[in-house]
């Protein structure tokens, strides 16, 4: 007889499991942990958003919405992003409402790929992107990116991976895991190979909002690219929504109407209450958002500079709200280095690798937590370094920190 395991489909069963999910999973069975590692604002989603969502529970909004969300929703995001980027989706035929950005790469993947088509994509990726393909029967080509060139995509390296089999390019920036971000000029040569090769574009633009240094370019809105690009955003990140699951996709009605019958099939729709909220967040969120983006950006620099204090190169993320420093000098693989660190100091982060081999040598550490968990894992971080022979960085001069300095403290001297 055989195992019940061999009854499975075997892409399914061969899949590994998310190594972001292995590492929270022991997190919480392990007490006084301090996670930096699941990419989840700290930050509880603003009252007045919570409040429409409840107002419309009281006025009896529990019934189905159409298959592809509420009509004012989808009016609201087209005004959103056409006054954002100068991009304009018809929200009868072009938008689609989906439980998080996450189904929404999923019904892509399935609308677009037959069996063996190649999706090619920048790594290191977020950990879902190379088994939703896999599960839609296709083939992720990752292509690698360096610490060297900012972990940007580079348009010949697009190039050179394009083959016959080609069918989708997808794009993830402000990126996760690195925080790299794209320049326009950089975008607009990938996007003359696209077309070249006449492939789609999937761009997941989730952390849009979450961008410091310069405007997000968004590139369904460069010259030519609206056709071919589905554009993948939502409410998690940005307006600190991750338990709703709300997202959305936009697209030419083609590619929309093809990931609405999987949808309808499989999801029905997303539900109404979610959608009440986001449609709270969109049309008056901003300001609170834009307070919730500036302690990021506070973040962002006392985390690069703590880990460089402490003698471990750290990419200057320009987006999202992570940092990927090197942790090679410690000679440790990225998953001991975690292991380690979270069994003697009790400070979880995620291995690079579970974002692809490029990653390997790294670690993704999100700074979406309160200054004081990020001062007091980084003197745990800096004993944990020092430990494995990594000299402290030595600072000459005042370096002139934001305010928060005196609550994370200077790693180098933990």
């Not at 999923?106 to 190379?130: F, I, K, Q, T």
Request: proline share 7%.
């Amino acid at each position: 007889m055989k195992s019940w395991s061999d009854r499975l489909n075997p892409v399914v069963r061969d899949i590994p499991p998310s190594g972001i999910r292995k590492f929270f999973d022991l997190v919480c069975e392990t007490p006084g942990v301090i996670s930096l590692g699941v990419g989840e604002p700290d930050f509880v989603t603003p009252w007045h958003i919570r409040e429409a969502c409840i107002y419309s529970l009281e006025k009896g909004h529990t019934m189905y919405t159409s298959n592809c969300g509420l009509p004012e929703l989808r009016r609201a995001i087209a005004g959103d992003l056409a006054a954002s980027y100068g991009v304009r989706y018809d929200p009868g035929t072009e938008i689609l409402i989906t439980v998080g950005v996450s189904e929404a790469l999923d019904l892509a993947m399935r609308a677009l790929l037959s069996p063996g088509d190649e999706v090619l994509m920048p790594e290191p990726s977020y950990v879902s992107y190379s088994p939703t393909v896999l599960m839609a029967g296709g083939r992720p080509v990752p292509i690698a990116t360096g610490l060297e060139e900012g972990f940007k995509l580079a348009a010949a390296r697009v190039e050179a991976a394009v083959t016959p089999r080609t069918k989708v390019l997808l794009l993830c920036y402000p990126n996760n895991p690195t925080g790299a971000v794209m320049d326009r000029q950089s975008l607009l040569d990938i996007a003359a190979v696209a077309e070249a090769h006449d492939l789609v574009v999937i761009s997941d633009e989730i952390y849009d909002k979450l961008t410091y240094d310069g405007k997000h370019t968004c590139v369904s809105a460069l010259p030519g690219m609206k056709e071919r690009t589905i554009l993948l955003n939502g409410f998690s990140k940005s307006y600190a929504m991750t338990g709703w699951r709300i997202g959305y996709a936009c697209g030419n009605p083609d590619f929309i109407a093809a990931m609405t019958k999987i949808h309808q099939y499989t999801i029905l729709c997303a539900p109404i209450t979610a959608q009440k909220a986001a449609l709270e967040a969109v049309t008056r969120g901003g300001e609170g958002m834009l307070r919730m983006v500036q302690q990021y950006n506070r973040r962002r620099h006392l985390v690069m500079h703590a880990f460089r204090d402490m003698g471990l190169p750290c990419f200057e993320p320009r987006g999202a709200f992570y940092a990927f420093p090197q942790i090679s000098a410690t000679g440790l693989t990225s998953e001991d280095f975690a292991a380690d660190l979270l069994r003697e100091e009790k400070v979880a982060v995620v291995p690079g690798n579970a974002f692809g081999p490029s990653g390997e040598g790294f670690v993704r550490c999100s700074y979406a937590a309160s200054t004081e968990d990020l001062g007091e894992a980084f003197r745990r971080m800096a004993r944990f370094v020092r430990r494995r022979g990594v000299r402290p960085r030595i600072i000459s001069g005042a370096r002139r920190y934001v305010p928060e300095e005196a609550v994370l403290g200077r790693a180098g001297q933990a």
